[in-house]
Structure formats: C-alpha cells, structure tokens
C-alpha cells in the first residue's frame, strides 16, 4: 500500500510539473486533486501517530474514522 502511495505521488509531481508548460487534462486535474486531498488527509494522522502512545491511538482512530487514511491504503477501494 506503501508503494502504491508513493507510486500516486510520483504521479503527481509529474502532473504538476507537466502543468507548468500546458492545461491539464479534466482526468488530470482530477488525479491532481485526489491525490492532494490524500497528502492532506495523512497529516491528522501522522500527529496521531506523533503523539505519546500513537501507535496504539492510530488503530483505534482508524477504526472510527475510516477516512482518515489515504485511499492508498483502503482496502475496499478496487482501481
């Protein structure tokens, strides 16, 4: 899951840079969008994380909020 996040975000950087000399396609400002919201959706977790005895409020914080994780990392999300 790691991997395909990273794979997202190399992606984006590429999408961004391609942006600078032409209009993106609507699909690309799409996958732009996704995957920022997916950067901003990793940041309440890893302060979570961060926190004393994150590792074990991450899980449960998961478990309430599912949409807390980037949707790399959802499992019921078929490509």
Known sequence: MLLKEIKQSKE???LIGKST?????????????NQLLDIFKSIPALAIFLLPGGAILLPLAIKY?????????NEDEEE
């Open 65 to 73: 909020i599912p949409n807390l994780l980037p949707s790399a990392f």
């Open 12 to 14: 984006l950087v590429q």
């Open 21 to 33: 000399t032409q209009d993106l396609s609507d699909e690309e400002k799409e996958k732009v969008k």
